[in-house]
């Protein structure tokens, strides 16, 4: 399986010409072999030169990207958890997504609350040749919660903190170099489909998403945690 990648602003451009009729699958939508991605339509008889000139120099290109095989690191927050008074519940379901996308969790720092102690735990990482770093714990508000701080300590920039997703609103994401550093929020634990369900797709195919992006996931980013779950084939995530 794998991620569909298209420009929408070109399929509008073409659809705004009435006598064409051109349909898809919504971007980043996962299509395996055979999946019908596209389709169109010419309503009259035929149409002028013209109009097909203009639809072909728009150039709409779909593509189907790849996932790449990541080395994955896990830091983990919390002076219960490294104590080991709690048991970290993180790594089995992460262990699960990235496999998913055929990455690889090449290792589990647990450490404690302190941002330096985090940092150093996301540069081993980055040093022992991680392509994606993902912290979990420390991702609230209260005065503990210092893995934002240490993140943004380690990274050259950050694309995003806080996205317009629910479950899952407190997501942050930096680049070092070409490398990803994730600050996945609690929800992870608790519920089956968060916002790093939306955002994981895109990096293991390369298609690191931009601010301008990000604040549009608010149409749509809404999970209803149905009874009956079909994720990803629901509205959760779909973008317009």
């Known amino acids: 399986m794998m991620p569909l990648w298209f420009d929408p602003d070109k399929i ?8 064409w009729v051109v349909v898809t699958a919504f971007p980043y939508t996962v299509v395996g072999t055979g999946d019908l991605v596209a389709g169109f339509r010419v309503l009259p008889l035929a149409i002028k030169k013209a109009q097909l000139e203009k639809a072909i120099k728009i150039s709409a290109r779909f593509e189907v990207k790849g996932f790449n095989p990541l080395k994955v690191g ?8 490294k104590a080991g008074v709690i048991e970290d519940a993180f790594r089995p379901k992460l262990e699960k997504k990235v496999a998913c996308f055929g990455g690889n969790v090449m290792g589990q720092n647990i450490v ?10 996301i540069c081993d990482f980055l040093n022992r040749g991680a392509d994606l770093v993902i912290c979990t714990g420390g991702m609230s508000v209260d005065a503990d ?17 806080g996205i317009p997703v629910l479950p899952g609103s407190m997501l942050m994401l930096g680049l070092k170099g070409e490398k990803v550093i994730i600050g996945a929020p609690a929800c992870v ?8 369900d939306l ?12 601010l301008e992006e990000i604040r549009r996931f608010g149409v749509g980013g809404l999970c209803k945690r ?10 959760f995530g779909v973008k317009i």
């Open 12 to 19: 509008h451009f073409i659809n705004d010409d009435p006598d």
């Open 74 to 81: 896990l830091v983990t927050t919390g002076r219960e958890i």
């Open 112 to 121: 404690g609350d302190e941002s330096d102690e985090i940092s150093a735990a």
């Open 145 to 161: 919660d210092n893995s934002p701080q240490a993140i943004s300590e380690v990274c050259d920039e950050i694309k995003f903190k």
């Open 189 to 196: 634990v608790h519920d089956e489909w968060t916002s790093l």
């Open 199 to 210: 955002i994981l797709p895109r990096i293991f195919a390369g298609l690191v998403p931009t």
């Open 226 to 235: 149905c009874k009956n779950c079909t994720f990803p084939n629901c509205s």
